[in-house]
T-cell receptor, first 111, second 116 residues
Framework: LAKTTQPISMDSYEGQEVNITCSHN???????ITWYQQFPSQGPRFIIQ???TKVTNEVASLFIPADRKSSTLSLPRVSLSDTAVYYC????????????FGKGNQVVVIP | DTEVTQTPKHLVMGMTNKKSLKCEQH?????MYWYKQKAKKPPELMFV???????INESVPSRFSPECPNSSLLNLHLHALQPEDSALYLC???????????????FGNGTRLTVT
């Protein structure tokens, strides 16, 4: 079973910052938090991964509070090409763990 | 473009056909995965190979038969499928991690399968 809960859909205007929160109340000590982006008819693409506090790369930031029971993906200044489904995954892929995707969040960027 | 290549991109097959999906990666990854994705649903895990050995089978029907001939290749053999098996089949790979780290999954763009 997926360990995560995300809002189903959200709209945003071009140029705005988009924040997507994922709840993972049952996160385990060894679990990582990984976000993927998926466009129609393509495979999911890795965006960012973190364990605690804040992680930033060239496309996004990931904020993780101290209790790690939630995380927020922040996309700065979105463009139309950021319209996609965003998945938050919690867990690890080693040790025969069944890393399961949650329902994802459809982000629609409006001109 | 992705570093995981899946062929064919599209496949239409009858319920009595036998076909195979192919996945290839040259990133040195030693774990490879098959996922199935229906429209507007998240990917569902089917199989995991770790170091060319099947490590996870998510109770997938035997009409789906995976094969990992070497560390770069992953096949999914299909036989006697049903129309409800129509979906996007995704292959992924990563480095099997260890404690203290995890390796993100790298996905191909999938094979769009239609069973008639």
């Amino acid at each position: 079973l997926a360990k995560t809960t995300q809002p189903i859909s959200m709209d945003s205007y071009e140029g705005q910052e988009v924040n997507i929160t994922c709840s993972h109340n049952n996160i385990a000590t060894n679990d990582y938090i990984t976000w993927y982006q998926q466009f129609p008819s393509q495979g999911p693409r890795f965006i960012i991964q973190g364990y605690k506090t804040k992680v930033t790369n060239e496309v996004a930031s990931l904020f993780i509070p101290a209790d790690r029971k939630s995380s927020t993906l922040s996309l700065p200044r979105v463009s139309l090409s950021d319209t996609a489904v965003y998945y938050c995954l919690v867990g690890v892929t080693y040790g025969n763990n069944r890393l399961a995707f949650g329902k994802g969040n459809q982000v629609v960027v409006i001109p | 473009d992705t570093e995981v290549t899946q062929t064919p991109k599209h496949l239409v097959m009858g319920m009595t056909n036998k076909k195979s999906l192919k996945c290839e990666q040259h990133m040195g990854h030693r774990a490879m995965y098959w996922y199935k994705q229906k429209a507007k649903k998240p990917p569902e895990l089917m199989f995991v190979y770790s170091y060319e050995k099947l490590s996870i089978n998510e109770s997938v029907p035997s009409r789906f038969s995976p094969e990992c001939p070497n560390s770069s290749l992953l096949n999914l053999h299909l036989h006697a499928l049903q129309p409800e098996d129509s979906a996007l089949y995704l292959c992924a790979s990563n480095l099997p991690g260890g404690r203290g780290a995890d390796s993100p999954l790298h996905f191909g763009n999938g094979t769009r399968l239609t069973v008639t």
